[in-house]
């Protein structure tokens, strides 16, 4: 018989476990509460305008909005750079499956050839697959009409408007202008360090030559934002606050477009520059490099193709020649250095000596030839400028020596930039002692000094220091600054900008100065000039200074022949000038490569700039009256 075991409840003991288990959960969840109510505080409280911000980030943008850019007009009102309305193809890779297939597609829509698409996986490999990148940087309205008609193909694809730069006048502007192009990794890193990188943050475009570049920092203007609330999905449902940019500022250059295009005109195609200054205030009327290019490419983004026809070119046209181009200055700066030996007492105005066509040292075998075979005969230094006489500068050459030639010459800016508002600028060569020997590890030798005394050797000069340093004489020794500037235009009035001189050349006795220039007029006047032919029956006096350039040596026994050298080995026709000779105003430099003689090539055509600019005064002051 089995017994039942029989168990007695504790009651009490069960009523403290239970009272201690609610007492635990209670306590649990108060705890719990108050975690909750902390953590709410904070987020509520403590963090509410951190997260409101963050919130707020969710539903409004800030974008920014780019500053239209600012216009630029010649000194008679006429636009020469404006910003005009396109529209190009934008893609952003990150919202396209397939960007190969959309390609491909888009190629058979629009005719897009294989270089546009390279070029586009080029620009792709430089920027974030977030961002847009322009395909089609430029689409006529055909194009617009039929990528809109089947723009629901292609998500990810889009047309975008915006403003562009145009140059009306082409290649007659580019070296004086230059251009504007997309923002590079360059120019950023060069925003970057100069801490204007947010004043970028809408702008395509930056300037990347000439005056767009130099004066980039009052044609850009300040940028402007846009603050917009947007829904889920990112597009804009209302704008919420403006700020708007400030446009760049309007510039008004000292150029005379129709003194450019004359230039233009004139030399065709040539090799060579013309540089035109007002003698009064320095500012450059023409300067004109030709060949030259288009340089509305180079604004929508020039294709490879093309840009490698212009850097292969024998011709060179990405070069500015005016302000670039190293030329031996040859007989142009005999007047500086007559004027250099009359002011240190070297030679005087009544300086005579026999030109019979060869100068030699004594002891020394070497003959240096005048560029007249039999020479000139008594020459003194007024006729000795008149007809080029190189005898009589070789001999001055050799009385003043290199030290006080270098000297002298570096005060008229030889060998030093000029200053202009231009980036693109080359010094040239002034030579002396020191430079030879640095630059070749050779002593100076007096052969080089007589050559010198000639504007050959290694003596080099841009057509811009010829045309500030004649614009120095006629102005006896104050130097100008060339400006392309000529100011800025505020609320329809232009505020000129003040004229920048250089430190200008003592003067020890006014009469030599008086006398250089009286010689620089016989050149045009006096029968036996070498500019005479040129400059015959104008309705101004002007004066000037012929020059022909020897780009290689000729041997001593040898005749110079045009026609038996090689095209880049022919002389260079220089010359320089100023009208009207009693009250200066207008002064010109102008270089043609490989053209022959001064007097015959480059005269002509400074005489038929000269003609056009002071004809164009004329109708302009009859309109007036």
């Avoid at 000038?577 to 490569?593: C, I, N, Q």
Wanted: hydrophobic content about 35%.
């Amino acid at each position: 018989m089995r017994f039942q075991r029989i168990t007695i409840k504790d009651h009490t003991a069960e009523a403290n476990l239970f009272a201690r288990r609610c007492f635990i959960a209670i306590l649990f969840v108060a705890v719990l509460m108050t975690l909750l109510i902390s953590n709410l505080y904070y987020l509520q409280i403590e963090r509410y305008e951190d997260y409101q911000t963050r919130s707020n980030g969710n539903r409004i943008k800030v974008l920014p909005v780019a500053p239209n850019r600012g216009l630029i007009f010649d000194r008679n009102g006429v636009l020469l750079a404006e910003n005009k309305p396109v529209f190009s193809l934008d893609i952003i890779p990150e919202e396209i499956e397939n960007l190969e297939q959309t390609l491909a597609d888009l190629s058979v829509l629009l005719n897009i050839d294989k270089d546009q698409i390279d070029d586009f996986k080029d620009d792709l490999k430089k920027q974030r697959r977030f961002k847009p990148v322009s395909l089609l940087k430029r689409l006529s309205n055909q194009e617009v009409s039929i990528f809109s008609a089947n723009q629901y193909r292609f998500p990810g694809v889009s047309i975008e408007a915006r403003l562009a730069r145009f140059y009306p006048y082409g290649s007659a502007l580019t070296h004086v202008l230059g251009y504007v192009a997309r923002i590079n990794k360059k120019d950023l890193q060069k925003l970057s360090e100069a801490g204007l990188v947010a004043n970028y943050a809408a702008t395509h475009d930056i300037g990347k030559l000439g005056i767009e570049k130099f004066h980039e920092d009052k044609l850009h203007g300040e940028v402007g934002y846009q603050e917009v609330e947007i829904n889920s999905k990112g597009r804009i449902i209302r704008t919420l606050n403006f700020q708007p940019p400030i446009p760049g500022q309007d510039l008004v250059l000292n150029i005379d477009i129709n003194l450019q295009l004359e230039a233009q005109k004139l030399l065709n195609g040539k090799r060579g520059s013309i540089v035109a200054m007002d003698t009064q205030t320095g500012g450059v009327l023409a300067l004109y490099s030709s060949p030259s290019y288009d340089p509305n490419y180079f604004v929508h983004g020039i294709s490879s193709k093309r840009y490698k026809v212009l850097l292969d070119s024998k011709d060179r046209p990405l070069i500015n020649r005016a302000t670039q181009g190293q030329y031996p200055p040859a007989s142009t700066i005999k007047p500086h250095l007559a004027l250099a030996g009359l002011e240190k007492g070297v030679i005087s105005a009544e300086t005579r000596m026999f030109d019979n066509g060869k100068y030699q040292l004594k002891n020394v075998s070497h003959v240096w030839r005048d560029w007249v075979p039999w020479g000139h005969g008594w020459v003194d230094v007024k006729k000795s400028v008149e007809v080029s006489c190189d005898y009589f500068f070789y001999d001055l050459a050799y009385r003043m020596g290199i030290d006080q030639i270098s000297e002298t010459m570096s005060e008229f800016g030889f060998g030093d930039y000029t200053g202009i508002d231009l980036y693109e600028e080359s010094d040239g060569n002034m030579p002396s002692r020191g430079w030879k020997r640095a630059r070749f590890n050779e002593p100076w030798y007096i052969g080089d000094t007589i050559s010198v005394g000639i504007g050959q050797s290694y003596w080099t000069a841009t057509p811009l220091q010829l045309a500030q340093s004649v614009t120095t004489i006629v102005n006896k020794g104050r130097r100008l600054v060339p400006q392309v500037l000529s100011g800025k235009m505020i609320n329809g009035k232009i505020s000129i900008e003040p004229e920048k001189e250089l430190r200008p050349i003592a003067i020890i006795n006014e009469d030599n100065w008086d006398l250089v220039l009286s010689s620089m007029l016989g050149v045009i006047e006096e029968e036996h000039g070498t500019g005479r032919t040129a400059f015959k029956d104008t309705d101004y006096r002007s004066a000037g200074k012929t020059g022909t350039a020897q780009v290689v040596s000729i041997a001593q026994d040898a005749e110079y022949d045009a026609d038996s050298l090689k095209e880049e080995h022919r002389d260079n026709a220089m010359y320089v000038g100023y009208a009207p000779y009693d009250t200066p105003e207008f002064s010109v430099a102008l270089a043609l490569e490989n053209a022959g003689g001064g007097g015959s090539q480059a005269a002509p055509i400074a005489r038929n700039l000269m003609d056009y600019y002071f004809e164009n005064k004329t109708q302009q002051l009859s309109k007036h009256d």
